[in-house]
Nanobody, 122 residues
Framework: QVQLVESGGGLVQAGGSMRLSCAASGRTVRSGWFRQAPGKEREFVAAIRWTGTTTYYADSVKGRFTISRDNAKNAVYLQMNSLAAEDTAVYYC??????????????????WGQGTQVTVSS
């Protein structure tokens, strides 16, 4: 069982930046970030393979967000730039213990963090 703990959320002004961190208690083969806004379904944001050489992004964040990982620390990061009000959500770190065909389907992730609130004020 792998435990995930997110940190780094908070309040930021539109156009600002924020970095989220996710600390894992063990190794995972793929990590991802998802977010859920009030009244909406959980949506995929970004994912990264264990090697760190392959990354995936939702179209809505491409060019603004960057996912990275530090395997020595079992940590995954989400650098968010040019934040907008529509980025406001609870952000969740997730991980797979085995690589599945989908990197964007939350049902394919078997470990989840508790979530961290990101609020962007306009």
């Amino acid at each position: 069982q792998v435990q995930l703990v997110e940190s780094g959320g908070g309040l930021v002004q539109a156009g600002g930046s924020m970095r989220l961190s996710c600390a894992a208690s063990g190794r995972t083969v793929r990590s991802g970030w998802f977010r859920q806004a009030p009244g909406k379904e959980r949506e995929f944001v970004a994912a990264i393979r264990w090697t760190g050489t392959t990354t995936y992004y939702a179209d809505s964040v491409k060019g603004r967000f960057t996912i990275s990982r530090d395997n020595a620390k079992n940590a995954v990061y989400l650098q968010m730039n040019s934040l907008a009000a529509e980025d406001t959500a609870v952000y969740y770190c997730a991980a797979q213990s085995a690589v599945s065909a989908s990197y964007s389907d939350p049902l394919q992730y078997n470990y989840w963090g508790q979530g961290t609130q990101v609020t962007v004020s306009s």
